[in-house]
């Protein structure tokens, strides 16, 4: 298991356009992707997941990545999320 925290910089948040990024890049791996956030844990291979989190700009995760190819899920992730998920 690995896991890394990360800062959501997009101005609005995971809001569908971010989220629908995060999952399809989540959903190229094997591996069990998800993000803990407050007091709860999110999927990140499911967009209605990621929405129910809520999560808003300036705000802390931490991907939880579990199977064969974790390291390169989390790796792919964070980078993902530090690029601004497709909205820079």
């Given at each position: 298991?690995?896991?890394?925290k990360?800062?959501?910089i997009?101005?609005?948040g995971?809001?569908?356009?971010?989220?629908?990024?995060?999952?399809?890049?989540?959903?190229k791996?094997?591996?069990?992707?998800?993000?803990?956030y407050?007091?709860?844990?999110?999927?990140?291979?499911s967009?209605?997941?990621?929405?129910?989190?809520?999560?808003?700009?300036?705000d802390e995760?931490e991907?939880?990545?579990?199977g064969?190819?974790?390291?390169d899920?989390?790796?792919?992730?964070?980078t993902?999320?530090?690029?601004?998920?497709?909205?820079y």
């Amino acid at each position: 298991m690995t896991k890394q925290k990360v800062v959501i910089i997009n101005p609005t948040g995971l809001h569908l356009l971010p989220a629908g990024v995060l999952c399809k890049e989540a959903m190229k791996y094997k591996a069990s992707v998800q993000f803990s956030y407050r007091d709860g844990v999110a999927n990140a291979k499911s967009v209605l997941s990621v929405l129910g989190a809520s999560v808003k700009c300036g705000d802390e995760i931490e991907f939880i990545c579990e199977g064969e190819d974790e390291q390169d899920a989390l790796v792919a992730l964070v980078t993902a999320v530090e690029s601004g998920l497709g909205e820079y």
